[in-house]
Structures are given as C-alpha cells and as structure tokens.
C-alpha cells in the first residue's frame, strides 16, 4: 500500500529537510525549523488519514520490499496514532520552551526521525528489521534526553541511558541469533513450535534487553534521570509513546517463541508487579516534580505490563484489550501531566533544561495565576492514581476486573496488591496538588508573565481529550479493540 | 566439537568478558570499549547463526548491519565522553552518577 | 584447533582490554580484538564481513577512539579492581548459558551459495533503508552533542540569577550585574585544572 509506504516514509524523508532548511545559518532560510516540521507533520497526519481509510477496508496493511515487509495491524495502528498526536503537541509546545537553544534545528529533525522510527519499528515484521528500527529509534533519541548540554546532569543522566540501552540492544541480538538458529528464519509469522532451551534463554534476553527500554525491572535505573532532564516535551513524548514501544517489539519477539504461555505470563506478571512496587515507592521520596512523574511512569509500566500479563497466562482477551487501552490512556495523562507542569515552569522562569530543578514547593500558589493550566495538571494527577471520571480510572478499573476474573488465586492476590498500590500513588500526587491549590496570596506570583498559547494549546487538547475518554470510554473502542484483538492473534 | 559449535561457545565468552568489562567500568571511554566488546560477540553469534542455518550470505548481511548501527553508537558515545569531559571535566562513571543524586 | 586457538586469543585479549589500566592500551587490545574476530569470520568463510570488520572494527573505531582519547587527554591510569566474586559469577553462568545451548543446537545445514550483494540489497533491502535513517540520526546527535552553545553565556547567568519564584524574567537574558566569580564555569574548568 503506497500510502502505508508513505507514512512510514514521510518523517524519515522530511527530516533531512527540517535539519538543513531550518539551519540558522542557512542561505534559503525563511521559515523556522519549528514552523518546518509542523508542516511536515501536517503531511504525516494526511498520509495516516488515508491509511486509517484503507484499514478499515482491509484489516492489515502490508509493504513490500525484498523478502521482508512492513505490515500494519491493530497494535500498530494504535501506536501510530499515539506517537503521531504526542509528537504534534510536543512540537507545538516546545516552540517557546527551546526558542533560541543551539541546534533547534537538529532538535526538530531528531523529533521526526525519533516518529519515523518509531512507526517502522511498531510495523516491521521481521524480527531483526525490528531491531534495526529499535536502535534507530534509541540512536535518535540520545540527542533529545542531552539536548540542554550544558547541564552537567542532563549529560550524566544521557550517558546513563546510552550505556544501558546499548547493552539491552546487544542482549537482543544475541537472542534474534539465537531464534534464528533454531527457526532457521526471522520472520514473525514462522512461530516456533517446540520447546528448546535455545528459545528459553532467547526469551530471557529479549526480556532483559527490551526491558531495558521499557524500563521493566531490573532496568529503569536510567528512566528518572533520562526523563527528569531530558526539554520537558521529551519527557512527555519518551513516557507517552516511544517507552511503550520496548512493550510492542518485546511482545511481537516473545509471540515468536511463546510455547507455553502461562510460564512467560506469569513472568511478565511477577515483573510488572514488581515495576508498579518499584515506581510507586521511589515516587514517594522525591521532592522535583519530573522525576515524581517520571517514577510514576515506571509504575504505570507495571500496570500494562501487569495487564498483558493476564491476558497471556489466561490468553484473555480482556485483559490485552484493557493493557492497549491503559497504554494509550497513559499516553495521553502522562504527557499532559508532563506539559502541564513544562508550562508552569516555564511561566515560573526556568528556561534551558532548569525544570529539571522545579520542586513541589516552586508550584506553590500557582492556581490561582494559571487556574487553567494548574487544573490540567491536577486532572492529570488525579488521573494517574485513577480517580473518577478521569480516563486513568477507566483502564486501571478494566485492568482490575480482567484481573479478577481469572480463576487463579495468585492472580487475584497480585491484582488485589495492585490496587493496594493505586491507592498509594495518591500519597505522591496529592502534595503536587495540594501545593499548587495553595490559596495564600503571593503578590510576587501576580506578576508572572502569561503563558503562551503555543503551551497552553497542547495542554487543552490533551486536557479536553483526558476527560472526554474518561466519560465516553467506548469512543476509543475503534483503535483499542482491533490492538487487542492482534495481540490476541500474536499469542494464539 | 566443529568449528562452528567453538565459535558460538567463543561468542558467549566474549559477550561475558564485555559484560564484566562493563560492571567494572569506573570510565566512560572504558564501558564504550566494554559496549563494543559485546557488540563485536553479538556479530559473531549472528554470523555463526547465519552458517549454522545454511545462510551464510543471510548471517553477513545482519553483521554488517550491526556494524554500521554499532559504529554509529560508538561515534555517539564518544562525542558524549568529549563533551562529559568539557563540561563535567571528568569521565569518571561514580562522579557523573553522583552528580545526579 | 586452530579455530580453538583463536577463539581463546580472542577472549584473552577481550579480557586484556577490560583489565588494562590504560585507556591507549585497552583501545589497542580492542582492535587486537576487532582483528581476530575478523580472522575468525574468514576461517568461517564470511570474507566479505571479515574484510568490513577488519577496516571499520579494527580500523576505523581504533582510529576515532585513540582521536578522542587524545582529545581528552588519557587520564591518570585508574587501578584496575579486581572484582572476583563477580567474576567467577560471569564465567559460570556463561558456562552455563553456553553449554545449555551449544548441545540444543539444530543439525547444521549446507551452507547455500547466495551472492551477498544481492542479499544486502534486495532480501534485506528494508533494513538498508532503516540504516540510512539510523546513519542519519547519528549524524545528526554527534552534531547536536558537539556544537558549542553560544549561548552559554547566558545559561552561567541564568543558572544564578534563576530562582522558580524570581518575578520578572527579562533580566535573566540579560544578566549585567553578575559577579561572574560566583558563577559555576563547567568549560573553563578544563582551562584551569590539568585532566
């Protein structure tokens, strides 16, 4: 399909574009590398239009090219249209947030490459082309977490994340070797049959290596840092969409040599459990808000992987129905609470990576000078520990009842602790909120300056979006249940 | 033992010396050696795997690939140290961690 | 045998480089590495890789290594600390890995003459195409993480002058009343103090 072939072209091929055209320096410079990939990314989201057309025609998508292909299912779609929309409000909101850095220009293109890759990898069907994407995806995405270099930190917590994810991606080659030894082929659909120990310690490295980008324990020591100093927008991106995708190519490996599914569901289970124990207790201690929310994420981590895990072990389709779902809905809250808090900052004076710094205590009285804003953020909060009517209840309350219908007793245990922990999470939400809603007047916050429309747009949208899905949940039904059903597909 | 089953034994040695290589790692420029001892075994394997199967031209092509996408890690990884060592002024793993808290 | 006896060089030197106190000395014994891997690659009959390993591994990365090294300046020689409990861990549990799945091995096939070129470009065309975006992006972080940033002027001054509740902001640009000896010089350090 062409224009398949062009969605995953398009930001692969514009990139180079925005790098040289939005050069400062550039003789033909007319237009801002900003202004430059939104209208790129304009183009990818008509190309998406025409392939969502063409998929509801046709279930799958494929192209061609060699022995290998690009296929799109529903997992694919799903991720497509999350990385697509955050990376659009990224972009619009890291306008003001980056005007004036060095190397704007690289930053933008980096974004579109970062997209690129990241529809490749979610499409690719072949499992070493997937692990080609997956590095590129990593190899764009080291510029980002260093942009602001000039801080000491930001270039520690990059160095961090570039030594682990290098190593995760080595683990994964030697299990595709090992996979391909044993099936004699890399294709995803020639799926192994038999047990070997081949496959059992092929597994075990795609565990670990992609776990390394999932930030699946034992290896999300890199995420707090990574996102705590990485432009605030990258933070909402990397949290948002692009960790999820270590899930998406971690499940398509794992489908390859997944005989015995209960055995690596109930891996999956004992380490998501573990990620949501982990996040939520280190989120406790923290008093910078990014890393709060970055530990948050390591939690939420947990819950998806939590939910897959049902849904393998018992091949529910419930309970990979109600994972994709809280993937997205974590997309949309997280990357909300992250811009939120980006725009706050940024109103509150801290320019060139300084956010990374903003402590709960900096939030003080800020509602009442940004009551918008301030309440984007705290819906995003509340949602996070999932809290009615925001879209974070919907899915955690999905994955909870997927969880309890297994006949399992461990199963029911580890759900019930999970929702131990749900509650737990409040303890580190609530001083954000609590803080921002602190009513005393300060007159030195009346003079903060605005915050500009590109910031507050990104966040309304999200804002708006995060509601509404928590009202009408089935309006996500047409992206979430074909993901599902393909991950059911994928494992059975 | 044929040579092949040596290879892939050698392989799986290689990758645990860059593993050692990279726990024990106090500098930065020392885990990038660390990091491209591994990826060099990871070639290995794969191009083991290749003739294993009866694929050897199949085995290549993936090394190859690797090399490229690992060489341009490696650049990575060095312009970071360069850039550790002129803003932090030091390549030391404990103090660019610690600097992090 | 002579395969063996590569195999153990190989992993001999791999474990010179990791011990090696020196940062010049572990980048030699990492291209002694790069060249015997790529002798192993020719015995196997890969030449084309063993040529590429050969040039970029042993030639290239050593090249671009020993440049940054002296960029950097080799540092004072870090002693090497031996960590034996973890060492013994690693060579057991490779042991172990490796002998689990050298017996599980399939029977191995004939190996079919393909031409590779056709192969590269035509079977595995797409993972080219991914290449050139993965090439693409590293250019792309190189020149990102080395570009000076001129404005790094006024990130010192906004580093003091910053504080979350300062209520005007345009000084932060601006900046001409601070005393720069207060000011922390991440650059000027390298100036200052020999590496």
Redesign the interface.
């Known amino acids: 399909m062409t224009w398949l072939a062009g969605l995953i072209g398009l930001p692969?091929v514009t990139?180079?574009l925005v790098?040289v055209f939005g050069h400062r320096q550039h003789a033909l410079r007319r237009i801002h590398a900003h202004d430059l990939a939104l209208l790129m990314l304009a183009f990818v989201w008509i190309a998406l239009f025409f392939v969502m057309q063409a998929f509801a025609a046709s279930e799958v998508l494929t192209v061609e090219?060699?022995?290998?292909?690009?296929r799109m299912d529903g997992i694919s779609l799903l991720m497509i249209v999350l990385t697509l929309l955050l990376t659009t409000l990224v972009t619009i909101f890291s306008r003001n947030d980056l005007v004036?850095?060095?190397?704007e220009e690289?930053?933008y293109?980096?974004l579109l490459?970062l997209l690129?890759?990241v529809i490749?990898l979610v499409c690719?069907n072949?499992l070493?082309?997937m692990w080609?994407?997956f590095?590129?995806m990593a190899?764009?995405s080291?510029?980002m977490v260093?942009?602001h270099?000039?801080r000491?930190?930001a270039?520690?917590?990059?160095?961090?994340y570039?030594?682990q994810t290098?190593?995760g991606s080595?683990l994964v080659?030697?299990g595709?070797?090992?996979v391909?030894?044993?099936n004699?082929t890399l294709d995803l659909d020639m799926k192994a049959v038999e047990p070997?120990?081949?496959l059992i310690?092929a597994g075990a490295l795609f565990v670990l290596g992609f776990g390394v980008k999932l930030a699946l324990f034992p290896n999300y020591t890199w995420l707090p840092?990574a996102y705590g100093?990485a432009p605030t927008g990258v933070s909402a991106l990397l949290s948002g969409a692009v960790t999820m995708t270590g899930l998406i190519a971690m499940m398509r490996a794992l489908s390859l040599i997944i005989w015995s599914p209960e055995a690596w569901g109930g891996l999956l289970l004992v380490l998501g459990m573990i990620n949501i124990m982990a996040g939520t207790i280190l989120a406790l201690s923290q008093t910078k808000v990014k890393r709060i929310l970055a530990y948050s994420s390591i939690g939420h981590i947990g819950y998806v992987v939590l939910a897959i895990g049902i849904g393998i072990s018992a091949g529910s389709m419930m309970g990979l129905r109600s994972g994709m779902l809280h993937l997205f809905i974590h997309g949309i809250m997280k990357s909300l609470a992250f811009l939120a808090l980006g725009a706050l900052?940024y109103a509150?004076?801290?320019?060139?990576g300084?956010a990374a710094?903003?402590?709960v205590d900096?939030l003080k009285g800020l509602a009442q000078r940004y009551p918008g804003v301030t309440l984007s953020l705290a819906a995003a909060c509340l949602s996070l520990v999932g809290i009615p009517p925001m879209g974070g209840f919907v899915s955690k309350f999905q994955i909870l009842l997927a969880g309890v219908q297994q006949p399992s007793v461990w199963i029911v245990l580890l759900i019930v602790v999970a929702a131990l922990f749900s509650v737990v999470a409040l303890a580190y939400v609530m001083p954000i909120i609590n803080t921002a809603y602190d009513m005393q007047p300060s007159p030195?916050r009346e003079?903060?300056?605005d915050i500009p429309l590109s910031m507050r747009l990104p966040i309304f949208i999200l804002a708006i979006a995060l509601i509404v899905v928590g009202l009408w949940p089935g309006l996500l039904d047409s992206i979430v249940d074909p993901a599902g059903a393909a991950l059911l597909a994928l494992f059975g | 033992m044929p040579p092949v089953h040596m290879l892939f034994v050698g392989a799986w040695f290689l990758?645990g010396t860059?593993?050692y290589g990279?726990m024990i790692a106090r500098n930065?420029l020392k885990?990038v050696i660390a990091?491209q001892i591994?990826?060099k075994?990871?070639?290995l394997?794969?191009v083991?795997?290749?003739a294993?199967?009866g694929?050897l031209a199949l085995?290549q092509s993936?090394g190859i690939?690797?090399i490229v996408?690992d060489t341009?890690?490696v650049v990575?990884?060095l312009a970071?140290a360069v850039?550790?060592n002129a803003?932090?002024g030091t390549l030391e793993?404990d103090d660019?961690?610690e600097?992090?808290g | 045998m002579l395969t063996a006896i590569l195999v153990i060089l190989t992993v001999f030197c791999a474990l010179f480089a990791v011990v090696s106190t020196r940062l010049l000395h572990a980048t030699l014994w990492l291209a002694a590495v790069s060249a015997l891997v790529g002798l192993l690659l020719y015995q196997l009959g890969a030449w084309e890789i063993a040529v590429i390993e050969l040039s970029v591994g042993a030639g290239l990365v050593t090249v671009l290594m020993v440049f940054a090294i002296t960029m950097i300046g080799d540092p004072p020689a870090t002693p090497y600390v031996s960590r034996r409990t973890l060492f013994i861990f690693v060579v057991l549990a490779m042991t172990m890995?490796a002998g689990?799945?050298v017996?599980?091995?399939?029977a191995p096939?004939d190996v079919v003459a393909e031409p590779l070129a056709a192969v590269l470009w035509?079977?595995?065309?797409?993972?080219m195409?991914?290449?050139i975006?993965?090439i693409?992006?590293?250019v792309?972080?190189v020149?990102?993480?080395l570009?000076?940033?001129?404005?790094?002027v006024?990130?010192r001054a906004?580093?003091v002058a910053?504080?979350?509740?300062?209520?005007?902001?345009t000084h932060?640009t601006a900046a001409p009343e601070i005393d720069n000896s207060m000011i922390p010089a991440?650059l000027d350090r390298l100036e200052k103090e020999p590496v």
């Open positions: 692969c990139s180079p790098y090219y060699g022995a290998i292909s690009l004036g850095t060095v190397g690289k930053f293109a980096s490459l690129g890759t490749g690719a072949d070493f082309n080609v994407w590095e590129g190899i764009s080291y510029l260093a942009y270099r000039q000491e930190d270039l520690g917590a990059s160095t961090k570039f030594i290098v190593s080595i080659l030697f595709i070797a090992l391909l030894m044993h004699g070997s120990p081949l310690v840092d100093e900052a509150a004076g801290c320019r060139n300084d710094d903003f402590s900096d030195s003079a903060l300056p | 990758l860059g593993l990279l930065v885990a990091l591994m990826v075994a990871a070639m394997i794969l083991v795997a290749g294993q199967t694929q085995g993936l690939t690797v996408a341009m890690a990575i990884g970071m850039r550790l803003s932090v793993l660019i961690i600097a992090e | 890995i689990m799945t017996n599980s091995l399939p096939h035509n079977v595995r065309g797409l993972d195409a991914a290449q975006v993965l693409f992006a590293g792309m972080g020149l990102g993480l570009s000076v940033s001129d404005d790094i006024r990130v906004s580093r910053h504080h979350p509740t300062t209520t005007d902001t932060v991440p």
